[in-house]
């Protein structure tokens, strides 16, 4: 099993461009969340997803859209990228109730 | 929502015992999580309490008292790659099951 695979590594993005970050798991998981993590920040939730068809809004959603048209994937896209999204970007998945398995992360540079 | 308190940093000496403390306050308690993330890389599950007392594994234990909205993480017998941050994550009884994390705290072994 690969786990949680998310795409690109790395990005950097000038201001006004838009993205998709992709995000997918192979556990049959039916939860899925996106974070972004910026120094002395920790971990904020920006959208999450309790099963296919089926996402809600986090800490912090704006600028961000989320769809789950299948369990496997959860891709988050930037409308209108903007320096202070400048962050790395991680997707988890978990049961209901367990512990999360997080990818590798994105880093992504907006100029 | 979740307020989750977390020192910033500690360090702590190879061969020693390390306590990380995480306070928070909730509305409806289901659950405690640790993370480890080193740098540059995502976060992996340490542990998870539920119910009041010890949970061990191994060099690892992690402890909760709902009472007193109060959690820490005991490492034993530091080693240098335990170096990384060290994230505690509140679920709530809100229904989406995703937890918030707190800040984390940097924990640095020397030699």
């Known amino acids: 099993n690969a786990g949680v695979t998310q795409t690109p590594k790395f990005q950097v993005l000038k201001t006004g461009q838009s993205m998709t970050l992709q995000c997918a798991q192979d556990?049959?998981?039916?939860?899925m969340s996106w974070y972004r993590q910026d120094p002395g920040m920790g971990l904020r939730l920006i959208h999450y997803s309790v099963g296919a068809g089926i996402t809600d809004q986090g800490e912090v959603p704006n600028g961000y859209n989320v769809s789950r048209s299948t369990t496997e994937d959860f891709p988050l896209r930037l409308l209108s990228a903007a320096p202070s999204q400048t962050s790395v970007y991680f997707c988890?998945?978990?049961?209901?109730?367990?512990?999360?398995?997080f990818g590798d992360g994105t880093r992504l540079s907006i100029l | 929502g979740q307020n989750i308190d977390q020192p910033t940093e500690m360090t702590a000496t190879e061969g020693a015992i390390v306590q990380i403390n995480c306070t928070y306050q909730?509305?409806?308690?289901?659950?405690l999580f640790w993370y480890q993330q080193h740098a540059g890389e995502a976060p992996t599950f340490l542990s998870y309490?539920?119910?009041?007392g010890l949970e061990e594994k191994g060099r690892f234990s992690s402890f909760l008292s709902r009472s007193k909205g109060y959690s820490y993480l005991l490492l034993k017998e530091l080693q240098m790659k335990d170096s990384a941050s060290y994230l505690c994550?509140?679920?709530?009884?809100?229904?989406?099951?995703?937890?918030?994390f707190g800040r984390g705290t940097s924990l640095i072994v020397h030699p």
């Open positions: 994550a509140v679920r709530d009884e809100g229904g989406s099951y995703i937890p918030t």
């Open positions: 909730t509305s409806g308690f289901n659950g």
């Open positions: 556990m049959n998981h039916e939860y």
């Open positions: 309490n539920v119910l009041d």
């Open positions: 988890a998945s978990s049961l209901q109730g367990g512990s999360q398995h």
